[in-house]
Structure formats: C-alpha cells, structure tokens
C-alpha cells in the first residue's frame, strides 16, 4: 500500500534522470554502489576518491525498496542528525528525494526505484577525511551506511578503512536480514527463560517469559548461538550489539494478577502473549525511530491490547533511562507509570527512546 | 505476503545403503540419510506429520519437515530453546514440540506449511541457566496427558563451575536441585494443568509409553545411579536419586543429608531393568516400542532403544512379575554413524533412528544424522528372541529353532550372576558375581526355546553368555550372544 503510494508521487513529480552538470567534463573517479537484497545495507561500506577529484556515483538499486545516497560531513554524529532532518520533511518527502536543506550535505542522489539506477556527479572535499554516507529513507540510516575516504592515497585509506570495519565476532551468529529473528536461549545475566528478537533496522530486545517483559534492547548485530550449538551447548548465548535500557519495570499491572506467559505469534513482528488474572494482554513489539535531542535514535514500540480489562492498567517504567510516549492513558507526575481505563487499555502503543 | 520458504532437495533417494554395521541381524539393513550441508540435525525429538513427512526437532531449536520419499527438507518451526521432544496429533493436526522452558504447541495458522504460532501449553517447572538442567518428553497416553522428565542440575561446584546451583546435593553427589522439580517426571492434564508425577531421576533423556499407558524413561550411570537404566514411571515414586525429595511436599525444609543411604534404598523403586555401562550403553536414549505388528521383524512388542555414546541399538523384553515389570536387555545392532538418541517408525514399519553425536563423544564420529533400519519382510535372523523368568530358572526364547545337540548342552550356557551397589558414588562395579551353569537344559518341541534349571536369588541381574557352539538347526551364528535379565522378583 504504501509503496504504491509512493510510487504515484513520484511519477507525479515528473523526475529527470541526473546528467553530468554542465561543463564538469569527464569523471577522474566512477564507482557503482549496489544494495544488499533484503539486507538493508549498500555493498560497499568503504569507498576513497582524491581531494579535488571529479566524481561519479552510480547506485544501483537491486531491492524491492527505494534506497538513495547521502553524503555527509563532520561525521556519524552529523549522518545521525541529516537522517533525522529527513523524517521530517514530511510532504515533501518524495519531492526532496528524502534530501533535507542542510549544509553537511556535500552530495546526494534522488531516488533509485526498484532494479533502477541513478548517478550523482560531485567534486569531492578538497579537505582530506573520512565522510559518512547514508541511506536517508525512513527506517533505512541505521544499516545503510558506509564511509567516504577523501584521501591523497585513495588505495591506502580504502585499506584502512576496511580493516577498521566492526567485524561481527562470533562463534555462530544469527543475523537479521529482511524479517525479524526470534530465538529462545540462555543470555549472561539475563533469565533462563528469555527470548531473544532481532528485528530489521538492526534493534533487538529482549524478552523475559517469566515475568512477561522486555528487560532490554541492544542495537547492531543480533545473537552468537555458538555457545549453545558448539560442545555440548547451554552456555550463555551473547548479544552482538551495543545495549540499551528500556526502563523495565515488568509486566503491565492488571489488578493484583501475577503474568502468565502464552506464547507468541510469528506473523511479522512478534506479538506476545500474556495474562494478568484473567485479563489477556497482547504485546507487538516493533522499531521505532525517533529523533532524540534532535538525533535519530533506535528504539522500540510497544502496541499493546487488552482485553476485557475490569478496571484501570498501568504501565511502569524507569523515567530515567528512557524518552516515553503513549497513544493514551495519564502519566503520573514523574512519569514512571502510564494509567489507563479500561476502555483505553482496549488498544495503545508506547514508544521507547533510550537516553544512553 | 507470503514468508520465504526455506527448501533444499537431496538426492532422488530419502536413504541410501552405505556400509553396513558390524553387528546386524540378518534380513536387516542400514540406509543413512544424505542431510543437505545448511541444516545441523542435532536431532532431538521425531514424529510422523503424515505417511511422508517426518518432523524431527533438534537440539538446534530448529524444526523440519523431512519428504522421506523425495528427500526435501523444509524448515516448519525455529527459535526453540533446545527442542528436545515432538508429539503430533494427527486427527487434529497440532504439533507440540518440548523445550527447556516448556511445552510448546506449534499452529500454522495461515496454512503456508511453517508455525507461526507458538502456543505456551504448561510451563510449570524450574529452571535456571544451569546447562545441565534438560528438559524430555513429550509422550502421551489414551487420556490425552502428556509426560515428560526433569534432568537435575549440575550442581557440584567442581563441575559446574559455580556455587549458585549448588543445592540439594545429597551425600556429596555431583548433581542437585538449582529450581523446583529437577529430578521429577511430570503430567499435564489436558487442560493444561501441571502435575509433578514421579521422582528420583538423574539424567532421564528418554521416555517411551506402550499401548497399555505403561510410561517408562531410561537414566545415565551416575551419582544414584549404578549404571544405566530402564525405569517404570509410576506416580508418586522415587526411582533413586534423592535431590528431587527437596520439592516433596512431606521433606520440605528436611536435611536430606540427614537421611541414610540406607533410608533411601528402601524409599526407592529398582529400576525395571539395568543395563550394563560400557558393555551395552553408556548414555541411553528414548525407548521405543515396537508396534509394527511384525513389519520390523520378529521382535514385536518389544523396545528398541538406541545409545547416544555407543551408537548401538538394543533390544528390550519386558515382562510382569509380582506385578512389576522386569526383563531382559541385549544388543541389537551396532554401531551405526553416530550417538542414537531417538527413534520412530514408520508407516511402512522401518525404523528411523534420530542421531546426535555432540558434546559427548559418540561411536562413529559424526556430529549428527539420521538412519533407517529396514527389515526385509522375510529373514528370520538367529538371535536370542527373548529371555523369561520361571520359577526354576529362565526359558530362553529364540527366533529359530536350535541344533538339538548344542541347545541342550547346558555347557553352551554360561551365566554370570550378580549384583550392583546403590550409592551415591559416580555408578557402581559389579559386586557378588557368581559363575553359574544350568543344572539342566531341556528344549521345547520346536526347539525355540531352552528351559533352563538354575537356583534364583532376587534382586540380581544374570546375564547370558551363550557359547558360540550354540547355532541354529541349519548352522547359523547368533549376532548378539550376551543378554542380561533383571530379576529384581521371583515367581511367586
């Protein structure tokens, strides 16, 4: 539906292909970016042109998603904040090819559609450094991204870029790629009966069956399984990304009723089920992005619904750790619980930021 | 939109016949399975979803559909946490899959052949992240409960590692009780409440049920445990290893170290039968009963069990006396590739023997498999059928009529009688042996089987060991010539 949507705005807006700017000649440097199928990542994550050197990007699109290509400078802080900027271009998203005003842009392509190309025609910094690249479509900055070495010695700097790329260690690792991962295990410090989701846009939590919460999110990777399928398994399984608090403090209160796990359903997202007393809850869990102190930021949303509920739930949480907000309900004056009748209990979602 | 189906394809064959085991009855063959190289089948449990699909859970916590007739492999359920177990109702098409956690129902709700739903039906045990705290199962009787067993925890701190499991460890032995019911079998009604059922196991990694609800579970040699064993699960019984009285509601808070050795000997229940560590099993897995009404061999109604470490099949004869069951355990046929955890047969009454090899060290080497043992619908192999108890000695049943010269020398009959030490000790030697030979030999009419006459002591085990002399009427060997019998009774 949504792509349609788009679709039609774009052909509307009646969009030229980029040629070469007139009078910049013949390209010193041409690289052609591709996309990763179902990945949501570019392949090539590292690329070097010289100060100075005219040059040609061709990204070429081999997804079912609409990608482009963002060049920035001053660094991933800078990436994170003309990411953000993106989001909020809002009709004039599709028009701007998702490409905020911004003076930390130093180039940027319009739009790729669906097995297309597009080329983007730069005169590269004449200040040598590394520049991050990026992906401006919503949901897609997390994951595609990658760096631009502006260099006297393109060759070396590819190198060492190269080298310097976080590599994912691990024994047996399990990697999100366009669907969401679900896997039960044991984790260090963590409950015995845990679960573990990886979801695309590379945010992941985890979810504890016992007291029927999420204890915490880690964004990056998803999960080494090596130490529970080398040997004789049952050692700790560890989390691959960087850890993120998400202001647990258990289940949603129903009454005086102890939770009671009941499983989870794996159409899409997982959605959790639990009961509080008699009243069933249902917990989808998604990514949500949002801009924090006017960064983007990865974090979790939380649609809950309940049913049947006789009088009013509560939702807790640690202020402290993360940004909160709800569809519905009335936060206590210190925000560490959400109350909500009955009535609107029946459907509501949280969104979670975290602070660290 | 429709999720990616994962499929791989082997060969045109499910199984093909490769080399064949050193110890295998005749009219009996071996086909392995060709596993495509992105699936590890460490296999865990195993259930036929129609006539060709067998679904075999893994240690992975994955769950696959297996085509045996075309060879595909299609991925049905994953994320488990250590899937040790399946039980599938055909009438109605559910899939309940154990995991350490707990029971799990596995629906496909949109009808693409994958779960998508994972239904929690009963997780009313302990558990914490001790890697030894396995959980087995399910099997379920003609009232539609199911059953399953508790391993107890790893909880010597030499061994584990750590102080924090560290409890209800009784005489120093090395394995405790870190959370509720380790040690235990349980039931779960069908509506889905948790009943702790029996107790006293150590490492219970398989268990099988007959046509009549009669559950049973096999045990490793252990701490409790003189060697491995075939327990008959009865409620509210003890069946050895004491940490599990740390959760009976009449010990609680009670110093079980307080209790003797003694004591607990007679609180407990012997073991249906014993089966020898290092000669027969070291690591036991599920019993299967054979309900092939013939179309596996003449061996039909007894278990065929497998051994993770020996790799072997074994084949068990159960019988009541006094009203409890006791019998006869002897090898089958051995080794095949790799660690034989667990079995099912199939419609056309082979059966599938589901395999994994890691962590432990197994017979044959490889980490994981799957095999099929396939009678051929004809050869009677020569081979000690079944061993009976009588009130002056033992009938010894065998497929083929024997030489009626050599079957009736009781010289050809050497039998070791003997005993093991309930302690709690890492297993047990044998104690009190006792070289016998039969008083007397007569055989039956048709020759099958032997009546020997020998003095009987209770609570002893005898085992068989036939002389090679002793061949069938038309001069064929016996495979497997040493048995063992559990005389845990006497006839009355």
């Known amino acids: ?356 | 939109m429709k999720p990616i189906q994962i499929l791989f394809a082997t060969l045109a064959l499910a199984s093909v016949a490769t080399a064949q085991p050193r110890n295998l009855p005749a009219g009996y063959i071996v086909e392995t399975v060709n596993i495509p190289k992105e699936i590890t089948l460490g296999v865990g449990g195993m259930a036929f979803m129609d006539n060709n699909t067998l679904l075999i859970c893994t240690r992975e916590g994955e769950v696959w559909k297996f085509n045996t007739q075309d060879g595909q492999w299609e991925l049905y359920a994953d994320g488990l946490h250590e899937s040790l177990g399946l039980w599938i109702d055909r009438k109605k098409g559910d899939v309940y899959v154990m995991q350490r956690p707990e029971l799990t129902r596995l629906v496909d709700t949109n009808k693409d052949g994958k779960a998508d739903l994972y239904q929690t039906v009963n997780a009313g045990w302990g558990l914490t992240d001790n890697y030894h705290e396995y959980t087995f199962g399910p099997v379920r009787d003609s009232k539609g409960n199911f059953y399953g067993t508790l391993n107890t925890s790893l909880s010597w701190p030499g061994w584990a590692g750590s102080d924090k499991w560290d409890k209800a460890r009784v005489h120093d032995s090395k394995m405790g009780r870190a959370a509720k019911y380790r040690g235990w079998s349980f039931q779960i009604t069908p509506q889905g409440k948790f009943v702790p059922y029996s107790m006293g196991m150590r490492s219970p990694a398989g268990i099988g049920i007959n046509g009549q609800d009669d559950i049973f579970y096999t045990d490793n040699q252990g701490d409790w445990n003189e060697t491995s064993t075939l327990h008959h699960v009865v409620k509210d019984r003890f069946h050895g290893h004491p940490s599990s009285y740390y959760d009976h509601p009449k010990y609680i808070g009670k110093d079980l170290n307080k209790i003797s050795i003694e004591e607990y000997r007679k609180l407990r229940t012997r073991p249906s039968v014993f089966i020898p560590h290092g000669e027969l099993a070291n690591s036991p897995g599920e019993p299967v009963f054979d309900t092939t009404q013939g179309k596996f061999g003449p061996f039909a109604g007894q278990i065929i069990l497998g051994d993770q470490t020996r790799s072997n099949l074994m084949r068990i004869h159960l019988e009541k006396v006094d009203g409890e069951f006791q019998g006869m355990v002897v090898n089958f046929i051995s080794p095949l590739q790799t660690g034989c955890i667990r079995g099912v047969f199939g419609p056309d009454g082979s059966f599938w023997v589901g395999q994994t090899g890691r962590g432990w060290g197994s017979v044959g080497g490889k980490q994981f498999g799957l095999e099929r043992v396939r009678w051929d619908g004809s050869t009677t192999p020569m081979a000690i059928h079944h061993i009976s108890l009588t009130k002056t000695g033992f009938d010894v049943h065998f497929t083929l009529p024997v030489d009626a010269e050599t079957g009736a020398d009781p010289a050809n009959y050497n039998l070791l009688e003997y005993e093991y030490q309930y302690r709690p000790q890492y297993g047990s030697p044998k104690s009190q042996q006792k070289k016998l030979v039969p008083t007397s030999v007569k055989l039956s009419k048709d020759r099958k089987v032997a009546h020997l006459t020998l003095p009987l002591t209770a609570e002893k085990v005898y085992q068989f060991n036939l002389n090679d002399k002793l061949r069938s009427y038309a001069g064929a060997n016996i495979v497997n010539r040493v048995a063992w019998y559990t005389a845990n009774r006497l006839h009355k």
Request: charged content about 20%.
């Open chain 1, 1 to 356: 539906m949504r792509s349609a949507f788009l679709f039609s705005l774009l052909f509307t807006a009646g969009l030229a292909v980029a040629k070469p700017p007139a009078g910049f000649g013949t390209p010193d440097t041409e690289i052609t970016l591709g996309t990763k199928h179902g990945q949501m990542r570019f392949d090539q994550e590292a690329l070097a042109v010289a100060p100075g050197s005219k040059v040609k990007i061709t990204l070429k699109n081999t997804c079912e998603m609409l990608h482009n290509w963002v060049l920035v400078k001053g660094g991933t802080g800078e990436r994170d904040r003309v990411s953000g900027k993106a989001l909020q271009l809002g009709a004039q998203s599709m028009v701007k090819h998702f490409v905020p005003d911004d003076p930390a842009i130093v180039a940027s392509s319009q739009i790729a559609m669906p097995g297309k190309t597009v080329e983007v025609y730069f005169v590269a910094p004449k200040e040598e450094g590394d520049y991050p690249y990026v992906c401006t479509l919503p949901g897609h900055a997390f994951t595609m991204v990658g760096t631009l070495a502006v260099s006297k010695n393109p060759k070396g700097a590819l190198n060492r870029l190269n080298k310097a790329r976080p590599q994912v260690r691990a024994q047996w690792p399990l990697l999100v790629t366009n669907k969401p991962l679900l896997q039960r295990a044991f984790v260090h410090n963590s409950p015995a009966r845990s679960i573990c989701v990886g979801l695309p846009g590379g945010v992941n939590y985890l979810f504890d069956a016992e007291t029927c919460a999420v204890q915490y999110g880690w964004t990056g990777a998803f999960l080494d399984v090596g130490p529970d399928r080398k040997g004789r398994g049952g050692r700790h399984c560890k989390i691959l990304g960087q850890r993120f608090e998400v202001g647990a403090q258990g289940a949603l209160q129903v009454g005086n009723g102890k939770p009671v796990f009941e499983g989870y359903s794996r159409l899409g997202s997982p959605e959790l089920f639990y009961r509080v007393g008699d009243v069933r809850v249902s917990q989808l869990i998604t990514l949500h992005a949002g801009l924090a102190g006017g960064i983007l930021k990865r974090g979790l949303q939380y649609t809950f619904k309940v049913a049947d509920a006789k009088g009013t739930v509560t939702f807790k949480l640690n202020p402290e750790q993360v940004l909160a907000e709800a569809s519905a309900g009335k936060w206590n004056a210190d925000k560490t619980a959400l109350t909500l009748s009955a009535k609107e209990a029946g459907e509501f979602t949280v969104t979670l930021l975290p602070k660290n």
